[in-house]
């Protein structure tokens, strides 16, 4: 890649972590409509060359997208909740169940602490997660600003 190109990669990875930061509720918005367009668009060109069924499909999924994106982002926070926790009971009940042990108290806990951080993670994305989506966006936002930076410093110094 060359420097310019890393240059604007760079600063496009930080603008894209201010805009998280920024944007929060809205920008959730902006990419379920442009995601839900998209599929229009994509509906309409499968129209275009005589594939309906695909084309209607992709037409009604993208009208949706636009209408009941949030309500697509809270199924899927409630779903990866779920998914957590089962996950998390299931495999705090087999190191339970086959008495797994470390060598020191110290591994010992560090076996547990796997199922215990997705049990309570699952937890709170189950009871708080409009908080939560929130504090997701302003991290990424942090994070992606971060390695927009890295990515600048690397540009500009190496040649």
């Avoid at 209408?67 to 779903?79: F, M, P, R, S, T």
């Avoid at 806990?109 to 215990?116: H, M, N, Q, Y």
């Avoid at 009871?127 to 600003?145: D, E, R, T």
Wanted: glycine share 8%; charged share 10%.
């Amino acid at each position: 890649m060359k420097k310019s190109e890393k240059i604007i990669a760079a600063v496009l990875t930080m603008v894209l972590g201010v805009l998280f930061i920024l944007l929060k509720d809205d920008f959730i918005g902006l990419l379920m409509t442009i995601a839900g367009v998209a599929l229009i668009i994509l509906g309409v060109i499968d129209i275009v060359n005589k594939l309906v069924p695909p084309a209607v499909v992709k037409i009604v999924t993208g009208a949706l997208v636009i209408v009941c994106g949030w309500i697509i982002v809270e199924a899927i926070l409630y779903i990866c909740a779920g998914i957590l926790l089962v996950f998390g009971i299931l495999l705090l009940y087999y190191k339970i169940k086959n008495n797994v042990r470390g060598c020191t108290l110290w591994q010992t806990i560090l076996e547990f602490v796997t199922p215990v951080i997705c049990i309570a993670i699952g937890i709170v994305l189950l009871f708080y997660s409009p908080s939560i989506v929130n504090f997701i966006f302003i991290a990424s936002g942090i994070l992606a600003f971060i390695e927009g930076g890295i990515l600048l410093y690397e540009a500009l110094i190496n040649d």
